[in-house]
């Protein structure tokens, strides 16, 4: 799958719809929408990615690109984590905190994870020991390790790879037209 049939199917406003059609039709479907995809985007926020991770994490569409972009450096566990945490901080039920930190532990944090992500053993074992009274913050020094190492290191490949260009560049020649 190309890079621009990639974005067309996460940033169309038809994509759910996209991937239930034949081979044939979607692509009828993609050609018809792909302007749509370009002028949903505003070319100074897309550039705002490239200068500002947080401004990248605040908007919807440069989260989504930013996963797609993790998915193919095999990275996405770490935006999954984070964003797991976030909505973690959204509840206020004791029962339902206590259900997401178990499924945050078991899906990210445990060495047995599927998508563990990358934790020094001071704060994986921090959040061990935290799991027997579960808490909202309790997966805050993994969610600012997480967050920087983001920041570090995958942030300025994203800034740089061919995604991220080619949506910069087909904003740009979207408002050139």
Known sequence: MTIRSELLLCFAPHSRSLRRDSKRSNLRKSNSTESDMKSRYNVEEVIEWGKSFNSLLASKDGRELFRIFLKKEFSQENILFYEACEELDLLVDEQEIFEKT???????????????????????????????????????????????????????RFKNSEIYRKTLDDCRQYIER
């Open 102 to 156: 178990r499924l945050i532990y078991e899906d990210y944090v445990s060495t047995l994870a599927d998508r563990e992500v990358s934790l020094d053993s001071v704060i994986r074992d921090e959040i061990q020991v935290r799991m027997i009274n579960p808490s909202k913050d309790m997966f805050k020094s993994a969610r600012e390790h997480i967050y920087n190492l983001m920041m570090r290191d995958s942030y300025p």
